[in-house]
């Protein structure tokens, strides 16, 4: 949530320095008010922001993976004990990792990853927005992101003098990464409020507050999944899978799905020039993000910026 709250506050400035500072009407070369409709017709823009997935589906990339059709596997077949312990070159990696002779440690189901989640990721895309008049229009927009978990999970140290394995000195803990792709495919209305009221008692509408509504579809794909052992190791892909002998066999069948949802966002517009405004703001998308037999739906928090120009 820091890169969250790190994000609104330069877009809570700006909106704020604007409106103090703006002394531009909605004038077109001096001559009087712009007419509503000549501002009308399609506008382009570049989409920038902030994107942060709630953790519904971040299981996903905890170790457990998925047969071919999509189900999570059972601990036995997981991902992660095949990487750990599946044969004879994995067992010998993680003695590696723990500095141990083979036996002197041991994995099990309590050692997987514990509750995964989200980080903050970028966002970007295209805008195109077609505007009946300078207050209303309709709009379709892609944007795309990468949003990845980052989890731990350990291994047991049975050479570790503490009979308490809840210690650290019998456990030791190693990282576990997932990404995936999403594109976000918005479609939806813009509204531009307060202007008349605004002019009406002379004051500017440079900056004005805007709402956006609509309906949207989420294209996601299971992207990669590995591990960390350690300098003396370093990463292991939970997507290659080797057999007793430790040669390649198979390669996972990174999923793919589609959701549907709706959106709300809210902010600020700024005109800058007849022809060019930015949008600064936040968007609450409730999305549907389906992989496999996982499917979720839920809010994903957004923080946007939208420079566009009219064509």
């Known amino acids: 949530m820091s890169l969250f709250k790190n994000s609104l506050l330069p877009i809570l400035f700006i909106l704020f320095a604007t409106t103090l500072s703006a002394q531009v009407y909605n004038y077109e070369d001096g001559e009087g008010p712009v007419p509503a409709d000549s501002v009308g017709g399609?506008?382009?823009?570049?989409?920038?922001?902030?994107?942060?997935?709630?953790?519904?589906?971040?299981?996903?990339?905890?170790?457990?993976?998925?047969d071919r059709g999509g189900a999570i596997l059972p601990f036995s077949t997981s991902w992660l004990n095949r990487a750990?312990?599946?044969?004879?070159?994995?067992?010998?990696?993680?003695?590696?990792?723990?500095?141990?002779?083979?036996?002197?440690?041991?994995?099990?189901?309590?050692?997987?990853?514990?509750?995964?989640?989200?980080?903050?990721?970028?966002?970007?895309?295209?805008?195109?927005?077609?505007?009946?008049?300078?207050?209303?229009?309709v709009f379709l927009e892609f944007n795309g992101t990468n949003p990845v978990t980052i989890g731990q999970f350990t291994i047991e140290d049975l050479t570790a003098t503490n009979p308490d394995p809840s210690q650290n000195q019998r456990l030791r803990t190693f990282g576990i990464r997932g990404e995936e792709q999403r594109l976000m495919i918005n479609m939806g209305l813009h509204k531009v409020m307060f202007r008349e009221s605004r002019e009406a008692q002379g004051k500017s509408t440079?900056?004005?507050?805007?709402?956006?509504?609509?309906?949207?579809?989420?294209?996601?794909?299971?992207?990669?999944?590995?591990?960390?052992?350690?300098?003396?190791?370093?990463?292991?892909?939970?997507?290659?899978?080797?057999?007793?002998?430790?040669?390649?066999?198979?390669?996972?069948?990174?999923?793919?799905?589609v959701g549907f949802g709706a959106f709300a966002g809210t902010g600020g517009q700024i005109r800058l020039a007849r022809k060019f405004t930015i949008d600064i703001g936040y968007v609450a998308s409730f999305e549907q993000i389906k992989l496999g037999e996982v499917n979720e739906r839920g809010i994903q928090h957004q923080a946007i910026f939208k420079a566009i120009y009219m064509i």
């Open 206 to 257: 440079t900056v004005l507050p805007y709402f956006d509504a609509g309906v949207n579809m989420t294209f996601v794909k299971f992207e990669e999944n590995f591990i960390d052992l350690g300098s003396s190791v370093g990463t292991v892909d939970l997507t290659i899978f080797f057999n007793q002998q430790g040669q390649y066999i198979d390669q996972a069948n990174l999923l793919t799905g």
């Open 84 to 137: 750990i312990q599946g044969d004879v070159t994995a067992r010998n990696r993680t003695s590696t990792a723990m500095g141990l002779a083979p036996g002197e440690w041991q994995f099990t189901e309590s050692d997987m990853p514990g509750p995964m989640s989200f980080t903050g990721s970028f966002m970007y895309g295209g805008h195109v927005r077609y505007m009946f008049n300078v207050d209303f229009g």
């Open 42 to 66: 399609f506008y382009f823009g570049l989409n920038l922001g902030g994107y942060w997935a709630n953790a519904n589906t971040a299981y996903i990339y905890g170790g457990y993976g998925y």
